[in-house]
T-cell receptor
């Protein structure tokens, strides 16, 4: 059974600081997704990582995938308040991106 | 630019009542999914449909049934609602096997009293 663990589950940051969210998973896979969810809203896709060593960046967020370590990271650079949200990683064992196992999410609060 | 549309957005049911959650996507995706999200947790897959005419159980299928009505529509039915089914339900679609991400609807907040 595939298990996906994120840490930390809660993260409070000061604006301007850097931090990394970790996503570990239990079964070999090279398909990992990061989503963002604002309170009371739906999920929005951030990154799709499909190979070992994949790195993608969008603004202040950068995601990477190490399939050998079964680890993905989401790095936040110089955090701003607008990044406050819950971030989920999800791992798929086949080509159906929606047939994924999700982590419990990391709730990020960026304080001024 | 609708994407994935779910109805209703909110629903309150009494224990034992039945209801159907509707989902439609306009992206011509082959695959569709139903998830539930409980407070403080990630999403758990209830059922999915890899293509029109097929459905399969996910992680938490008990108490639910689904119908893939056509390529656009995928409904979720609760035959006899229970308080444990109080949750937020999300429908999603994706274009397998292109490995693109899943696209989610706005969610249905269901309360069973």
């Amino acid at each position: 059974e595939l298990k996906v663990e994120q840490n930390p589950l809660f993260l409070s940051m000061q604006e301007g600081k850097n931090y990394t969210i970790y996503c570990n998973y239990s079964t070999t896979s090279d398909r990992l997704y990061w989503y963002r969810q604002d309170p009371g809203k739906s999920l929005e896709s951030l990154f799709v990582l499909l190979s070992n060593g994949a790195v993608k960046q969008e603004g202040r967020l950068m995601a990477s995938l190490d399939t050998k370590a079964r680890l993905s990271t989401l790095h936040i650079t110089a955090a701003v308040h607008d990044l406050s949200a819950t971030y989920f990683c999800a791992v798929s064992l086949n080509t159906n991106a929606g047939k994924s196992t999700f982590g419990d999410g990391t709730t990020l609060t960026v304080k001024p | 630019n609708a994407g994935v549309t779910q109805t209703p957005k909110f629903q309150v049911l009494k224990t034992g009542q039945s209801m159907t959650l509707q989902c439609a996507q306009d992206m011509n995706h082959n695959s569709m999914y139903w998830y539930r999200q409980d407070p403080g947790m990630g999403l758990r897959l209830i059922y999915y449909s890899a293509s029109e005419g097929t459905t399969d159980k996910g992680e938490v299928p008990n108490g639910y049934n689904v119908s893939r009505l056509n390529k656009r529509e995928f409904s979720l039915r609760l035959e006899s609602a229970a308080p444990s089914q109080t949750s937020v339900y999300f429908c999603a679609s994706s274009e397998a096997p292109q490995n693109t991400e899943a696209f989610f609807g706005q969610g249905t907040r269901l309360t069973v009293v």
